[in-house]
T-cell receptor, first 116, second 114 residues
Framework: AQKITQTQPGMFVQEKEAVTLDCTYD???????LFWYKQPSSGEMIFLIYQGSYDQQNATEGRYSLNFQKARKSANLVISASQLGDSAMYFC?????????????FGAGTRLFVKA | NAGVTQTPKFQVLKTGQSMTLQCAQDMNHNSMYWYRQDPGMGLRLIYYSASEGTTDKGEVPNGYNVSRLNKREFSLRLESAAPSQTSVYFC?????????????FGPGTRLTVT
């Protein structure tokens, strides 16, 4: 069965520093996708970054990068140069299958606090 | 471009009442999803529709039914609401040409069952 684990309920980071949010996953399907979403206090879900299981390189999107370690089944999110607006809940998610509409499961989330 | 829209934004029901949550997307996406988010938790998949005409159960389907009315619309029905269904409900869609992987979320419906 699919499983996503985020072990950090809350994290603090100083403004302008980098922070790593942990995510481990478990699946028996060789084809899967990993996602990170941000949920600010306003409640909307904002897509940040995607990594496919067959992608050779780690995904990057601006200040976000995904540290994908397939053998360890980890997909940590790295936010560089943290900003006050990065304070939010962050969810890791996994979808089995590589295209189309497949089941997606989410982790419990990590709340990030950025200090000025 | 509205993206994913959900109605209503807020709803209060009494135990045993029924209601339908509406969701529509204007991005020509093939796949649509319904999630619930309980306080302090991540999203849990209720039902999804990989394409028009198909629906499948997610993690927590009990107490819910869905209808993929057409490619644009995917509704979620609570036949007999229970307090345990108090939650925020999110609809999402994916499968566009520009980004087949990203799920686009609606703003959510906050449902309280008393």
């Amino acid at each position: 069965a699919q499983k996503i684990t985020q072990t950090q309920p809350g994290m603090f980071v100083q403004e302008k520093e980098a922070v790593t949010l942990d995510c481990t996953y478990d699946t028996s399907d060789p084809s899967y996708g990993l996602f990170w979403y941000k949920q600010p206090s306003s409640g909307e879900m904002i897509f940040l970054i995607y990594q496919g299981s067959y992608d050779q390189q780690n995904a990057t999107e601006g200040r976000y990068s995904l540290n994908f370690q397939k053998a360890r089944k980890s997909a940590n999110l790295v936010i560089s140069a943290s900003q006050l607006g990065d304070s939010a809940m962050y969810f890791c998610a996994m979808r089995e299958g590589h295209t189309g509409g497949f089941k997606t499961i989410f982790g419990a989330g990590t709340r990030l606090f950025v200090k000025a | 471009n509205a993206g994913v829209t959900q109605t209503p934004k807020f709803q209060v029901l009494k135990t045993g009442q029924s209601m339908t949550l509406q969701c529509a997307q204007d991005m020509n996406h093939n796949s649509m999803y319904w999630y619930r988010q309980d306080p302090g938790m991540g999203l849990r998949l209720i039902y999804y529709s990989a394409s028009e005409g198909t629906t499948d159960k997610g993690e927590v389907p009990n107490g819910y039914n869905v209808s993929r009315l057409n490619k644009r619309e995917f509704s979620l029905r609570l036949e007999s609401a229970a307090p345990s269904q108090t939650s925020v409900y999110f609809c999402a869609s994916s499968g566009g040409q520009l980004s087949e992987h990203e799920q686009y979320f609606g703003p959510g419906t906050r449902l309280t069952v008393t």
